[in-house]
């Protein structure tokens, strides 16, 4: 996000002792929203997706009416919009902006995807929830098991911003039966780092962080609108090719790996480090074959690869 520094993101309860380095997927995924005075952020009665972090201004809450004067007024570091992404309900108030603000702007997943992520994050949260409660507890009126919300917008991965492993698991599902039924390749490239375990021993967890970012991004930079790109594990990403065999899949991961590996990453405190080396497993479906085949094969592929040394490609 354009114009947001670290100064900024410190200064929000949220993110108080969160490291900000470690959610660096998460801030990109957010955007920033310029409110004009008077501009109603949240409708009451109205779904909310979304919760918003205040840089700068100040917002006023109304839980009836616009015209009542304001029962709560939030300065900058402050959040709303928590209650109704919880509780899954309408809006119980209306918040206006009294002011121009600066808001980040944060989707629902993207919130329990922080949560799940990082120990601070999730404790400054109820921090902010016992604060609500204890002016207002009438706010908080469902009763879905919180739980069952983790589980469900668990898709988001806080250091890349990719999606992950469950959200995968159904687009893979579907992607295969649209190619199945069109008759159309459907090809999977696996990526995995290599040697990143003795990396991150060597650099520093911190420096690992940074390479698995700049990775990330470098791969999703270089793709179709309509590939498809997630965080598969530690260090591994899947990419799906629609309509891509496996000899076009083969050019693409050629030209991925070369590039990707040529990007040194700058860390946060301006040294470089030599850029870990990346095995890549192919495959493509089959007649006869499941989804579960598809992955097997491509998981073979990169065994493959690592057997035979690493950085290269097998497929």
Same mark, same amino acid.
């Given at each position: ?66 015209? @009542?004067?304001? !029962? %709560? %007024?939030? +300065?900058? +570091? @402050? ?16 918040? %206006? ?29 109820? /921090? ?47 992607? /295969? ?18 040697? /990143?375990?003795? /990396? ?59 590039? %990707? !590996? ?54």
């Amino acid at each position: 996000m354009n114009n947001i520094s670290d100064a900024d993101l410190r200064r929000l309860t949220l993110f108080r002792s969160v490291n900000i380095e470690s959610i660096q997927g998460v801030i990109d995924a957010c955007t920033l929203r310029l409110a004009a005075s008077g501009e109603v952020i949240i409708h009451a009665g109205s779904p909310n997706r979304h919760i918003y972090l205040l840089l700068d201004g100040h917002l006023h809450i109304h839980p009836h009416c616009l015209s @009542e004067e304001p !029962v %709560v %007024v939030l +300065g900058p +570091g @402050e959040m709303v919009g928590e209650m109704s992404v919880i509780d899954q309900q309408p809006a119980s108030a209306n918040v %206006v902006a009294a002011e121009p603000c600066r808001i980040i702007v944060m989707e629902e997943d993207i919130l329990w995807s922080l949560i799940q992520s990082s120990h601070e994050a999730a404790r400054n949260l109820l /921090f902010i929830l016992t604060s609500r409660l204890r002016h207002a507890d009438q706010l908080i009126t469902s009763d879905v098991p919180l739980g069952e919300e983790f589980d469900h917008y668990e898709n988001v991965d806080a250091l890349t911003g990719l999606r992950g492993r469950k959200w995968l698991d159904h687009v893979i599902q579907r992607q /295969f039966l649209r190619s199945m039924t069109c008759g159309e390749p459907l090809s999977m490239v696996l990526i995995d780092i290599d040697h /990143f375990k003795a /990396f991150n021993s060597k650099y520093g967890h911190a420096y690992g962080d940074r390479v698995l970012y700049a990775i990330s991004q470098n791969l999703s930079n270089r793709l179709r609108p309509t590939d498809i790109i997630a965080r598969y594990g530690g260090d591994e990403f899947v990419i799906l090719l629609p309509n891509f065999s496996i000899s076009a899949a083969r050019e693409v991961a050629e030209r991925l790996h070369r590039e %990707v !590996v040529n990007a040194v990453p700058m860390m946060p405190d301006g040294k470089s480090v030599p850029h870990p080396t990346l095995s890549i497993g192919l495959a493509e479906i089959g007649t006869g074959r499941s989804a579960a085949n598809l992955e097997s094969a491509a998981q073979a592929a990169l065994d493959c690869a690592k057997k035979n040394g690493g950085d290269c490609i097998v497929g």
